[in-house]
């Protein structure tokens, strides 16, 4: 793994200009609001890793639905799934995250019933898998902090007293694989309903056990 520092360290960095360039639209109004923000920093990702798919690096994001009834986004509680693939000599891997977006400058405390629909939305998101972020979306770039810390905070914080790693430093320990989800192997319709369907498993497994330990001994002389 040591040997393609170089690559990831590249791959981040490239990750940090578009997350800068995407900011800077934002502070000039250019961008209006976290769904297009969101959509802009998807695709400038995306492109800016275009050049090391070749290399086998390469990275994809599938937006979740927000509008009408029954939504992704309502039911998975993010609005990004990311997918990254490594298909390098001597090392394979396919994984992904889930991410809630948020608009919040440092020092701006969220109103308290945005900041308890956030913690659900995390709590949500909790439960398809533990590789589960906020991105913070702010005038001087994007922050990222784990949906876990959120969800732990008793009372109203501010996100970026939260230790936020900045997008660029989270996209290199992607790459290197601390963060990460295997079930997550696309950005795709398809692993979402895996999701659900991992999720029902262990909430069927979880009841029949507790049926089994209600039951154990009955008829017993």
Not at 103 to 111: F, I, K, V
């Amino acid at each position: 793994m040591k040997k393609y520092d170089s690559a990831f360290s590249s791959a981040a960095t490239r990750v940090g200009s578009a997350a800068k360039k995407t900011a800077q639209e934002y502070a000039e109004k250019n961008i209006p609001d976290e769904p297009a923000f969101t959509a802009v920093l998807a695709t400038r990702i995306k492109d800016s890793l275009s050049g090391f798919s070749k290399g086998g690096i390469s990275w994809s994001a599938k937006i979740l639905s927000s509008h009408g009834p029954n939504t992704e986004e309502s039911r998975f509680g993010a609005d990004v799934l990311g997918a990254l693939s490594l298909d390098l000599p001597g090392y394979s891997v396919k994984k992904g995250f889930l991410a809630q977006a948020k608009r919040q400058e440092p020092g701006n405390p969220l109103a308290t019933s945005e900041w308890k629909r956030m913690q659900s939305q995390c709590n949500t998101m909790l439960n398809f898998t533990s590789d589960s972020y906020v991105f913070i979306y702010a005038l001087n770039g994007v922050f990222v902090v784990p949906a876990i810390s959120v969800a732990a905070c008793q009372a109203v914080e501010d996100l970026h007293t939260l230790h936020p790693k900045n997008l660029s430093a989270f996209y290199k320990e992607h790459f290197m694989c601390f963060v990460g989800d295997r079930a997550i192997d696309s950005a795709s319709p398809r692993v979402l309903d895996n999701l659900l369907a991992r999720v029902a498993f262990e909430i069927s497994a979880s009841a029949s056990n507790d049926r089994d330990l209600f039951t154990d001994g009955e008829g017993d002389a």
